[in-house]
């Protein structure tokens, strides 16, 4: 919906967000519940809810009984097909498309092979594709775009990926006309936003988000915000110096990157390999138990660092090394021994079951500006 004007007409715009953000979260609702929740007046909630009506983002879904005596509420929802967002990752040597609706459920995703060498041609390519899914899914909110590196997410430059080997890239400018708003964002901030409604219960509430793949990184998020810092570098939390270990592709030696990410846990486990003659193959469990033991304890290191500093309510790990009881176990207890035991209290640590999908996060952030309510 169009922002113009001051006053009244300013926070009208501010309660509908307010009201797509609240009917998003709960799915089906009530518009006295609405009232209440958002403090607002019922004839602003009502005015509101016609609007979304009249506008089909909304419909009424019959009765809801009350208990005892009292007159029964009308169901209201939105239709989340009716609001959509994508989200575009680009990594070495590969590329992926999710679109959403406006509930995160996936409507379609795709992967495909993609020559990351050359930066401009590879953003004339996801030019053409953002037109080509504009023009497929005219409900599109915007399309998020998701690139590993140094960004700033308000111009939409890129300042360094080491990852894809780019240096001073202005992603936005090459994807202003693709008939949609455009984010671009790290993917690893942008897969934080998933974990919401699930760990940050209470909007003050603090989540520190960290995920491990091909890099390792991390996001800190202060209620709905995502914090990035001065030089948006906030929340790097893979180069964070955990041993007298090996050296890290930033140059420096002992990074948690170095230590737990999937390249680095592959090289770990082929050297290992290499050195397993054939009659001493049943040594293989204790190798793997002792690759995930020193991986637990430097992300135990790590998250020691982060609780000390930004002390979290909540630290989620995304990581595929959480199915090993013992990369967690030692994890969790490295952390603990090397954190105050009151902070280590009042911290909830949870290792995720499932991964987080950075297009996923990347077409919410789209759907999180929708919402965004600044007067």
């Known amino acids: 919906m169009k922002e113009s004007g001051k006053g009244p007409a300013l926070l009208r715009v501010h309660n509908v967000k307010r009201a797509l953000g609240f009917l998003r979260q709960q799915r089906i609702t009530t518009r006295q519940d609405m009232s209440q929740a958002l403090s607002l007046s019922k004839n602003t909630v009502s005015l509101i809810v016609e609007e979304l009506i009249a506008a089909d983002l909304v419909q009424e879904r019959g009765l809801q009984q009350v208990a005892g005596a009292g007159r029964p509420k009308i169901q209201i929802a939105l239709r989340p097909e009716k609001m959509k967002a994508a989200g575009i990752l680009i990594e070495r040597e590969r590329a992926q498309l999710t679109v959403c609706d406006y509930f995160s459920e996936v409507i379609d995703t795709q992967t495909w092979p993609m020559d990351t060498q050359d930066p401009q041609r590879v953003l004339r390519e996801i030019n053409a594709l953002c037109r080509q899914r504009v023009a497929q899914h005219p409900e599109l909110l915007g399309i998020g775009v998701g690139l590993p590196g140094i960004i700033d997410p308000e111009r939409g430059y890129l300042h360094l990926s080491s990852h894809l080997n780019w240096h001073s890239v202005d992603v936005q400018s090459a994807l202003r006309d693709v008939g949609a708003p455009v984010r671009v964002m790290n993917p690893v901030r942008a897969a934080a936003l998933l974990s919401l409604p699930r760990h940050n219960e209470g909007a003050a509430r603090s989540c520190f988000y960290l995920r491990v793949g091909e890099g390792t990184g991390g996001a800190l998020l202060n209620g709905n ?151």
């Not at 989620?316 to 030692?330: A, L, M």
């Open 225 to 375: 915000e995502i914090f990035t810092g001065s030089s948006w570098t906030a929340g790097e939390a893979g180069h964070l110096t955990v041993a007298d270990g090996p050296q890290c592709r930033c140059g420096q030696q002992g990074c948690l990157e170095a230590i737990i990410s999937i390249p680095a846990i592959r090289q770990r486990f082929a050297r290992a390999r290499a050195g397993l003659s054939w009659e001493k193959r049943d040594e293989a469990p204790d190798v793997t138990h002792a690759i995930m033991r020193e991986a637990g304890e430097a992300l135990g290191k790590a998250l020691s660092q982060i609780m000390l500093l930004l002390n979290p309510a909540t630290l989620v790990i995304d990581c595929p090394w959480n199915i090993s009881p013992t990369f967690c176990e030692y994890a969790r207890e490295t952390a603990r021994a090397r954190t105050l035991a009151f902070t280590f209290k009042h911290t909830s640590i949870n290792f995720l079951t499932d991964n987080y999908s950075p297009t996923r996060g990347l077409a919410l952030a789209i759907i999180t500006r929708n919402e965004a309510t600044t007067i």
